[in-house]
């Protein structure tokens, strides 16, 4: 009787396993150095909720020209663009622009050159200076679209969800082997 409530407890586990291995989602953040999410708060002083997706349309070539016209301005080589998005509006509303959007970036410091290039409607680029304060990042929007952030400092990000999956794909793999021996066990 042990063994095969052992043998029920081990099945048990591997499906509990493989459950959390197949429903594991990316992470909500995007792969870059922007977050998901942003807040917007308009002219008026209204709050909106913002999705930083990646872009339909736009490529890093699509702001080529402006990084250029950047590095010239600031004198600065060493910038470069370190994350594309957009930013859409995740519910009902009808902001008025500018607005001040608000978002989450990873690798980035106040210490850095940052800048956004944003893309209006009507395909004119125009340069924004955020503010920083820890990982919040502040900028004042014409309106909602495609943009890049552009810094002179090299980021890289971490990719938690990818930890954790491999930790639970371990795990499951530990609990097969187990349905596998304690089945040889049981019924040999």
């Known amino acids: 009787m042990k063994k095969v409530f052992a043998f029920l407890l081990t099945v048990v586990m591997v499906v ?22 942003a807040t917007a708060i308009d002219i008026d002083g209204s709050s909106y909720s913002i999705d930083v997706v990646e872009p339909v349309n736009a490529t890093p070539a699509t702001f080529e020209s402006a990084v250029k016209d950047l ?28 607005a001040t959007l608000s978002f989450k970036v990873s690798g980035i410091s106040s210490s850095n050159n940052n800048y956004i ?6 395909g004119t680029i125009v340069t924004i200076k955020p503010t920083l304060k820890g990982d919040t990042m502040t900028a004042e929007f014409p309106e909602l679209g495609e943009f890049v952030l552009v810094s002179d ?36």
């Open 71 to 98: 590095i010239k301005k600031t004198k600065n080589k060493n910038l470069k663009i370190v994350d594309i998005a957009e930013a859409v509006l995740s519910g009902a509303g009808n902001p008025t622009f500018p």
């Open 16 to 37: 509990t396993a493989t459950a959390m291995v197949v429903s594991a989602r990316p992470s909500p953040e995007r792969k870059g150095i922007i977050a998901a999410s």
């Open 153 to 188: 400092k090299k980021v890289e990000t971490s990719h938690k969800t990818g930890t954790q999956t491999a930790s639970v794909a371990a795990l499951l793999l530990i609990s097969a082997l187990a349905v596998a021996y304690s089945a040889k066990k049981i019924f040999a």
């Open 117 to 122: 290039l944003f893309k209006k409607a009507d």
